[in-house]
């Protein structure tokens, strides 16, 4: 039964251990707050430095997009300019002109696609050969509601229509 080691002992000799045992306990408390204050330094250090390459790497795609080394979606479907790779959009880096990478179609959709329209008809590409040949046929980017490219941020859900102008292509590393 809990409590039977205490059984004989006076309040007064408890008292006696609890405070004991509270001084013994004070250095390794003040000893973990350091530990943890030290932790917490080389994590804010760590995500400052993380923080500084993401700005550098951003800053390099917009010098990147600046130069004209990342076509535009638009020149990419028509052919205009190459980015390599193959024909699926899930090959490709889409960015906007702040270098904030997006996705193509709707965010709830479980792969990318683009929409095209001729003004009465509206069809989704999965792929850029599809694409490029609506595209070839007169096709539009967008539908007849909105024209345009419908992207939305990566890790995000708010989406948006922008002239396909204004988003840029490059290929994903091998």
Known sequence: MPGQEFGGRVDA???ADIAELEGRALPLQQQLSSIRAQVDAI???LRRRERLAQLEKRRSVR???AAGHLPSLEDWVSGAMEAGASGAFDDYRFLRESAT???LGYASSAR??????????????GDL??????YER??????????GVRIYPVGTRAERVVPAKDVHVEARPG
Do not use: C, P
């Not at 050969?129 to 609506?134: C, E, N, S, V, Y």
């Not at 007169?138 to 024209?147: I, K, L, P, S, V």
């Open 129 to 134: 050969a599809t694409a490029r040949r609506l």
């Open 63 to 65: 010098a990147s997009m």
């Open 13 to 15: 000799d408890l008292v």
């Open 138 to 147: 007169g096709w539009e980017f967008g539908t007849q509601q909105a024209r």
């Open 43 to 45: 994590r804010t250090e």
């Open 112 to 125: 990318q696609t683009l929409s095209l329209t001729d003004g009465r008809d509206a069809d989704d590409a």
């Open 101 to 103: 990478e997006v996705r």
